[in-house]
């Protein structure tokens, strides 16, 4: 797989020790039953720090976004981003990632996209997620 856009994500949920990247994995692999969790990357809240998680391999195809997994990459931020506004520290590692992402694979700014671009019914990454301040900060 040879990734030409990005696809940004939010987990709907409070971030947690129930509702972690280990939950979404273990929900992902045994009820779904996938081969792994569906996103590359997951960005959560660990103590008092965020940390980037790996998920899917970067040459595996996701399971993120019907009918974008064969060439996109998921990244899903922990939290509710329709109730609050992204951790600064959150939302700055993301744009660093994102950052990375696109120059590794020559992406440009205008092929990152909200999971709700391709999923109407979905609010994803959450109304609080201002995707046009996310790339003016790439």
Same mark, same amino acid.
């Given at each position: ?40 990357? *997951? !960005?959560?809240?660990? $103590? +008092?720090?965020? %940390?980037?998680?790996?998920? =899917?391999?970067?040459?595996?195809? &996701? ?10 990459? *998921? !990244?899903?931020?922990? $939290? +509710?981003?329709? %109730?609050?506004?992204?951790? =600064?520290?959150?939302?700055?590692? &993301? ?11 020559? !992406? ?17 990454? &959450? ?12």
């Amino acid at each position: 797989m040879i990734p030409n856009s990005i696809i940004l994500h939010h987990s709907l949920t409070k971030d947690s020790e129930t509702v972690s990247w280990g939950a979404i994995r273990r929900y992902h692999m045994e009820d779904l039953f996938w081969v792994d969790v569906g996103y590359h990357f *997951g !960005i959560e809240q660990v $103590g +008092n720090e965020h %940390e980037i998680f790996v998920g =899917r391999m970067l040459n595996e195809m &996701g399971a993120h976004c019907k009918g974008q997994n064969e060439d996109s990459i *998921g !990244i899903c931020f922990l $939290g +509710n981003f329709d %109730e609050q506004y992204p951790h =600064r520290d959150q939302w700055h590692l &993301g744009v660093r990632l994102v950052r990375s992402l696109c120059e590794v694979f020559t !992406i440009d700014k205008d092929h990152i996209y909200p999971h709700s671009r391709f999923a109407p019914w979905k609010s994803c990454p &959450g109304r609080q997620f201002s995707i046009a301040e996310f790339k003016d900060c790439l």
